[in-house]
């Protein structure tokens, strides 16, 4: 029996007073989700332990069965997907190109966590030129493609753990709150200042770094044997290089979701039909609630319904289960991540219709079941 996980990242969301008060699964048109869900079991299930990071890192680690215990932050997983050599004695930080608002960089405010979602051509031509003037010695800054760069300290796993606020969690917020001038932290907002004075005026929406998600290398094991992940950001490489899951890749920048979610499907049916255990995450969802946009990210939501679930479900051979779920939420009106409990739906092909409602955090709250990450796995 095949065992299919589809992911919407941070699809999860609250009401939405641009959505009339509806969440974006609420608001969304979703015939053959609503379909699904009505032979489907439901339910929330917690996917981020208490005390750990709210993120895609530590929620999907949990989806995947592997104990999120094992996390030691973000970047270093960002930089073995990337295939870089890692170095157990080096500190790894996550560096976005930024959009800040405002005449200094201690009165600023982040307006896009990601520069707008800025090319790469764009953007690899300036990382070259930030990395020459600003960086050097024990701090190398490499670049990793559109907004992402990965800043590697040399020597300085002693500095783990050193926290940072995420970019997409203080989208508007001024920045002077969360600048250290003193411990450990200060030498990094030191060059995030430099990184500012070198950008501001270049005539770029990069006009800054902002650094989060510090990390050393984790050790992320378990059985992988029939295993297959496919995903497109850096984290899940990451998450499966490491773990030794087979990862098939699909390119999102410079093109339509629904192109883009069209050559997705073509490769998840071929995956589904290959491997035992398939892992389908979709990105798309979460990058739009970063950028504070409910209407698009229900308008992704839709497109999800439409072009991938009901021809992904037609051409799977053979008998199967079906979760999809959320990895955590992500708020549309601040770009922030919540660690709620995230909605879920079980199917079972052949399920006669059990229920009313759709697959929304609300008819998924009330359905009473609410579960563990572990638990959700073993179904």
């Keep these: 029996m095949k065992k299919i996980t589809i992911v919407l990242d941070g699809v999860a969301d609250r009401e939405n007073e641009k959505l009339g008060g509806k969440t974006p699964l609420e608001y969304a048109h979703t015939p053959n989700l609503d379909a699904l869900y009505r032979k489907s079991r439901s339910g929330v299930v917690k996917t981020i332990p208490e005390g750990m990071e709210v993120g895609s890192a530590v929620a999907n680690l949990s989806l995947l069965g592997f104990d ?29 190109m930024v959009t800040f608002e405002g005449d200094t960089f ?33 701090y190398e ?36 709150q969360f600048i250290r001038t003193e411990g450990a932290q ?23 770094l902002w650094f989060w998600g510090a990390s050393i290398m984790p050790e992320i094991a378990g059985d992988v044997a029939g295993r297959v992940a496919l995903s497109e ?15 098939i890749g699909t390119v999102r920048e410079g093109r339509s ?20 255990n398939i892992y389908v995450h979709i990105q798309e969802t979460d990058d739009l609630s970063h950028e504070l946009m409910p209407l698009e990210k229900a308008q992704a939501v839709e497109v999800f319904d439409r072009v991938f679930l009901p021809g992904f ?67």
């Design 186 to 208: 200060a030498p990094f907002f030191e060059l995030m200042k430099k990184s500012y004075a070198f950008l501001k005026g270049k005539g770029s929406d990069i006009n800054g």
């Design 233 to 247: 950001t850096l984290l899940m490489d990451g998450i499966t290089k490491i773990s030794g899951i087979p990862n």
């Design 141 to 176: 800054l490499k670049y990793c493609g559109s907004f992402r760069n990965i800043l590697v300290v040399k020597g300085g796993k002693n500095l783990y753990p050193i926290d940072f606020m995420p970019a997409h969690d203080i989208i508007g917020r001024p920045i002077r």
């Design 68 to 96: 999120p215990a094992t996390y030691r932050g973000r970047a270093v997983i960002e930089a073995a997907g990337l295939s870089m050599p890692i170095d157990e004695n080096d500190l790894y930080i996550r560096a976005n």
């Design 313 to 379: 479900l037609k051409s799977i051979q053979g008998g199967y289960t079906l979760k999809l779920v959320s990895d955590h939420f992500t708020f549309s009106d601040t770009g922030a991540h919540g660690g709620e409990s995230v909605p879920f739906l079980f199917y079972e092909p052949g399920a006669e219709e059990r229920r009313e409602g759709r697959y929304t955090e609300r008819d998924c709250r009330e359905s009473g079941v609410e579960v563990s990450a572990a638990e959700l796995n073993r179904w």
């Design 106 to 138: 201690e009165e600023s405010s982040i307006k896009s966590y990601s520069a707008y979602d800025i090319a790469t051509e764009k953007a690899q031509p300036i990382a070259g030129a930030l990395a020459g003037a600003v960086f050097g010695g024990e």
């Design 257 to 276: 979701f629904e192109d883009f979610l069209q050559e997705k499907l073509e490769k998840a049916v071929e995956a589904a039909n290959k491997y035992e």
